[in-house]
């Protein structure tokens, strides 16, 4: 499966405001930039994308930044992977001139679709926040 470097962005910055959630601390957008390594202008144009669907909030000031507009529980991959990719589910043939070898590969690739959305469905932010805390700090030696 091959995911967008714009998807696969907006998902770590999504997982980081789901560590935050409970705090009720909005992250800055530099923060995010930081600890995470996602170019500032990319990362600007997909929080634009997130915050136009209603997964994220801004707020403004000093204290301002972005945080969940839902607990993490609520938000799925599914819903991340629409907002920036749209449905993406292509199970139609590329070929001009349908034949029973198609149609029967067409199927598969409905079936491929239909388990890929069934996964990303089931797996929440909350998820994934609880994966990326039960990894351990790196350790640098010199």
Do not use: H
Not at 9 to 17: F, S
Not at 67 to 86: C, K, M
Not at 115 to 140: C, G, S, W, Y
């Amino acid at each position: 499966m091959t995911v967008s470097a714009k998807t696969e962005y907006a998902c770590i910055a999504m997982i980081q405001l789901a560590a935050r959630y409970e705090s009720g601390q909005p992250a800055r957008l530099r923060e995010i930039v930081e600890a995470q390594g996602i170019p500032q202008p990319f990362l600007v144009q997909i929080m634009a994308q997130l915050k136009a669907a209603g997964l994220v909030l801004t707020s403004r000031g000093a204290a301002g930044g972005y945080r969940l507009a839902y607990a993490p529980d609520r938000i799925s991959l599914a819903d991340i992977f629409q907002v920036i990719e749209g449905s993406g589910d292509q199970t139609e043939s590329n070929l001009q001139k349908p034949t029973p070898a198609t149609e029967a590969l067409c199927g598969v690739w409905g079936q491929i679709c239909q388990a890929r959305t069934k996964i990303l469905e089931e797996v929440t932010l909350a998820n994934l926040a609880a994966r990326v805390a039960e990894q351990p700090d790196e350790m640098f030696y010199i």
